[in-house]
């Protein structure tokens, strides 16, 4: 009998092969033999899913992060790539993404193969998913050669191949890709590790719901932080999944929202978020409302730095706008200006424009595109105050891909800004 350990190990891990069953680095080459590594079809024009903005938000983004000097921030440099890469295939780009991370210098070349195969295993094209899966495996080779290499990028790359894999029914080579991965992995609170791992729930059963749940319930007390968040992914991705079975949905919204009341705030928050998103698509609103409810107490009850609260706050008010709430999100987003202007000097000026980018974005959704605008214009500035230009660069490309993802067309005024500061970008770093 697998102990509570080694069936939660299963599940954070994503052991698709069963799911299926049951329904740094080498020293990075030069981005010319990167480019040269990925097949030619990796140069297609961007996919269906960008409109022209978007497209050209992203490769500004992109041009942004690639001006960091490979010698000396290399990482810094690939961390800021993927950024653009990884929001390209959130928009339904595939093509376009691959393209960019086919240009990356480092392991995250690997996590763009493998994410590639997936979207093409998804659309059908096997012989493309296979490709660049046996692309991504080579990454993963130069990562286990090197033994100066972090043993979780090789196995962050290696998840996303057993989740090719899986799509391709391969249930083999899956357990065999998965099954490489150290346990050690799990503890890091990484976005695309949890979100990789949770896609197994595409394949689970309702018959194997319940199960899911005792062997999480069993270990989720003495999980890592990484393991916590990776089940939290899960679990709302169930709630999706599961819906039209209240049992099962009700299980997964008492999990999050009440017997989970220990975890760090934020991590039940973005999977309460997705149950508020989840409750209003398939027209719940009265759940999805008491939903919402319960993310205000956890936000106004927990005590957050400005730059950490205020992306809560802004979320809460996309929230409620999207719910019909309209005066609450209007009389919440004046209130959260005000805060941001009595707290930015208290704000370390590299952190200010990622506290007020999301307010601004919120005003857009709420529909006042003009001030909207006006607050992401103030807060690309308050990017541009530090002297260095490591994290003006950080903060330009998070502005490009916060305005891509938001489907937002900036203003000429706007692109010109953005295009200048790409411009002047240089030393020192």
Known sequence: MKTYLQLSWIALVGSFSIACSRDGGKPAAPVAAADAAAPAAAGAPAGSGLTP?????????????????PAQHR??????????????????????????????????????????????????????????????????RDERDDPNAQEWRGDLIQLKVARALSAL???????????????????AVDAAWNATAAERVATMTAERAPAEFAALDQGFATMSLGQQAATMTLVARMHDKFFADAGL???????????WDRTMPALRLDALAAMVRTCHGKADAGRAAELLATMRGLVEGHRWRSEDRM????????????????????????????????????????????????????????????RGE????LAVE?????????????????ACVDLARAGVDPSPKTWARLREIQKGLGEPW
Not at 169 to 187: C, L, N, P
Not at 386 to 396: A, G
Request: net charge negative; aromatic share 6%.
């Open 374 to 377: 006006d607050l992401f214009a």
């Open 75 to 140: 990482k810094n440099r690939s961390r800021a790539q993927e950024v653009a890469v990884v929001a390209a295939f959130e928009l339904g780009a595939p093509e376009f993404a691959v393209a960019l991370g086919a240009k990356i210098a480092d392991w995250r070349r690997g996590c763009a193969y493998a994410d590639f195969a997936w979207a093409m295993a998804r659309r059908g094209e096997t012989a493309r998913a296979r490709e660049y899966v046996a692309l991504a495996e080579g990454v993963v």
């Open 53 to 69: 903005s978007q497209r050209d938000l992203l490769q500004l983004a992109f041009d942004a992060a690639s001006k960091f000097p």
């Open 249 to 259: 949905r009700a299980a997964c919204e008492q999990r999050v929202a009440v017997t």
């Open 311 to 370: 992306p809560q706050v802004a979320r809460l008010i996309e929230l409620a706008s999207l719910l019909g709430q309209a005066d609450r999100a209007r009389a919440d987003a004046e209130a959260a200006l005000k805060a941001y202007q009595d707290e930015r000097d208290g704000i370390v000026d590299i952190y200010r424009a990622e506290t007020l980018r999301p307010l601004a974005l919120a005003w857009i959704r709420l529909g006042d595109r003009e």
């Open 382 to 398: 308050e990017g541009m105050e530090n002297p260095n230009s490591r994290p003006r660069c950080d903060d330009l490309v998070d």
């Open 169 to 187: 029914g391969d249930v083999d080579a899956a357990a065999k890709a998965s099954g490489a991965i150290d346990q050690s992995s799990t503890h």
